[in-house]
């Protein structure tokens, strides 16, 4: 069982950035796939950056790609998602998900689809005002 847990969401002007932080506990960190996601207002989950078991090959929704980045610290157990150049269109609940151990993972594979996580955290919200 993993357990996830986002902070750093807030108000930000348009331009400006943010940094995105999601703690883990239970499980075996360092051995599963991560992602991020977000869901706006009246707007279906849609995905934003996944980053694989290796911390390579990240992905990047063609909405943030130059714009967002993903990381992983293994020995802290946390993801990160850095967003900087932020456009009002970024306003969403940002959740952070991993992928359930009991799952084939390729290491050097990032996972984009909803269906392919098994864990969420509770979200996030992101706010850039124009």
């Known amino acids: 069982q993993v357990q996830l847990v986002e902070s750093g969401g807030g108000l930000v002007q348009a331009g400006g950035s943010l940094r995105l932080s999601c703690a883990a506990s239970g499980g075996t960190f360092g051995s599963i796939a991560l992602g991020w996601f977000r869901q706006a207002a009246g707007k279906e989950r849609e995905f934003v950056a996944a980053?694989?078991?290796?911390?390579?090959?990240?992905n990047f929704a063609d909405s943030v790609k130059g714009r967002f980045s993903i990381s992983r610290d293994n020995a802290k157990k946390t993801l990160y998602l850095q967003m900087n150049s932020l456009k009002p269109e970024d306003t969403a609940v940002y959740y952070c998900a991993a992928r359930g151990r009991w799952r084939y993972s390729t290491a050097t594979y990032s996972y984009t689809g909803i269906p392919e996580y098994d864990y969420w955290g509770q979200g996030t919200q992101v706010t850039v005002s124009s």
């Open positions: 980053i694989s078991r290796s911390g390579g090959n990240p």
